[in-house]
């Protein structure tokens, strides 16, 4: 089980030295909406930025302000497509328009299902709840990719 340990901007260098020191290879740094100093804070610690979006013209404007601090800490930020409808032409278009800030997004995507759902009712993930499932797949794939790109 992954340790979760909460912490303010000003302590993270010292929490992620810690957790490098205890051994760990990986660590995921979330932080609030609309906090830019600690957003900041939390790129120009970490190697790589996600960006999590979903496929709507409000979401693809606010990712910039995201995008933006990724740049100013100098650290390669990487757009996860979410919650993206299963038909359509919603994730294309949203690709096309994550083009137009010079990034490409994640060559994969969480689609909008209802196993992610009723896993998280159920306290697990996709691959818990429904192992063969599209959503499992998706949470590979996506996983995979993440880790070649982050650890290489």
Do not use: W
Not at 71 to 97: C, E, K, S, Y
């Amino acid at each position: 089980t992954p340790a979760v340990v909460p912490t303010h901007a000003r302590h993270l260098r010292r929490v992620l030295d810690a957790a490098e020191q205890e051994g760990a290879d990986l660590a995921i740094v979330d932080t609030a909406p609309h906090s830019e100093a600690t957003s900041l804070a939390a790129a120009r610690a970490t190697d790589v930025v996600l960006v999590p979006c979903r496929p709507t013209l409000f979401d693809l404007h606010a990712i910039r302000e995201t995008l933006d601090i990724a740049l100013l800490a100098n650290t390669p930020a990487i757009v996860i497509l979410n919650a993206v409808p299963p038909r359509g032409h919603f994730a294309q278009q949203a690709r096309d328009a994550i083009a137009t800030y010079d990034i490409q997004p994640a060559p994969y995507q969480l689609s909008h299902r209802v196993a992610y759902m009723h896993a998280i009712v159920n306290g697990s993930t996709a691959q818990e709840y429904q192992p063969k499932s599209k959503a499992a797949d998706e949470v590979k794939q996506l996983f995979d990719y993440l880790m070649r790109e982050v650890l290489t």
